[in-house]
């Protein structure tokens, strides 16, 4: 997930994913609001948001706007076509080429295997060193097939460019043939979260290869009680963000998905109790009655640690 090596000064700061916006890259007038907008990432989308006749053309623009506009700390993505259509290539070499570094990362659809990761990769290290980038792409994939879930694992490890996996319900609902609205959840009762299985195994295999997990888009964003309720469920697995396809979801994304300031006040105390233990002799402690062992450090130590890049990136103070 980084490119930290030993000898470095420091590793990289966290990466933070809490949102990411979809952006078509056809539609000239969503860029100034896309690149000025809180979201973490902004990828502008040459695949399903584009019309086939249009694929070839929106690529200028999604090179045009990765140039001209200033996108601030926001990661500068763009969502390719799958490698399995015509397009993919050239998607790759006129996007890169064109961008060089002012594009942090590509997006890759429907990625079934391993080897859809490599062949990205290796092209996009063929175009690197002959234009001389400074710095490599790095690349996030999108588990939307049941062939994507069952590979879940060697997915996640196929790359050292990697830092997410995205869970697609869309085209994973047409895979594995679900019987779902528009909005992708069931269209008859269903005891619990529908997509339960699916998250679990895209969060599980992006911590085995040490890369962030992002949610599913939410495509009723009118509902946004809805949107936070699905945000909730895929944070309580451990997903770290969440798609959003409409500039209001951002806010509620960032807000779900970053620690909130009870979280760091206790965070804070229990970290303080336990090297004062430490310091005595002590593996464990208690604190309100309850116990604070290394387990507990480990937990504390990640949600402060997420906060201050929050702060560090969005000049928020969290508390």
Do not use: C
Not at 114 to 128: G, Y
Not at 262 to 285: F, M, P, Q, S
Request: charged content about 25%; cysteine-free.
């Amino acid at each position: 997930m980084t490119d930290h090596t030993p000898g470095d000064a420091a590793p990289p700061p966290p990466l933070l994913r809490r949102s990411e916006l979809a952006t078509p890259a056809t539609n000239d007038r969503m860029f100034p609001k896309a690149a000025g907008s809180a979201a973490d990432l902004v990828f502008l989308d040459l695949e399903d948001a584009v019309a086939p006749a249009l694929r070839e053309q929106a690529r200028g623009k999604a090179v045009r706007a990765l140039n001209e506009y200033d996108w601030g700390t926001t990661v500068r993505s763009v969502r390719i076509n799958g490698i399995g259509t015509r397009w993919a290539y050239g998607d790759i070499i006129e996007i890169v080429t064109g961008a060089r570094e002012n594009l942090d990362a590509l997006i890759i659809p429907k990625v079934t295997a391993a080897r859809d990761v490599w062949w990205v990769d290796t092209l996009l290290t063929q175009i690197e060193q002959t234009i001389g980038l400074s710095r490599r792409i790095r690349l996030e994939v999108l588990i939307e097939d049941v062939a994507g879930i069952a590979h879940a694992e060697e997915i996640a490890t196929a790359s050292p460019r990697l830092d997410a996996l995205i869970l697609g319900a869309g085209d994973l609902s047409v895979s594995q043939g679900a019987r779902v609205d528009t909005n992708f959840a069931p269209r008859d009762p269903y005891p619990g979260d529908f997509w339960h299985y699916a998250r679990l195994k895209v969060v599980t295999a992006a911590r085995i290869g040490g890369l962030l997990a992002i949610d599913s888009p939410f495509p009723d964003y009118k509902d946004a009680a809805g949107y936070e309720r699905e945000a909730r469920w895929s944070a309580t697995l451990g997903f770290n963000g969440k798609w959003a396809i409409h500039p209001s979801q951002i806010d509620i994304a960032n807000r779900v998905y970053g620690p909130t300031a009870e979280e760091i006040v206790r965070a804070r105390r229990n970290l303080a109790a336990y090297r004062e233990a430490e310091a005595r002799g002590l593996g464990a402690t208690g604190v309100d009655g309850q116990l604070v062992d290394a387990a507990h450090v480990k937990l504390a130590e990640a949600v402060l640690t997420q906060a201050a890049e929050i702060e560090r990136r969005t000049g928020q103070s969290l508390g």
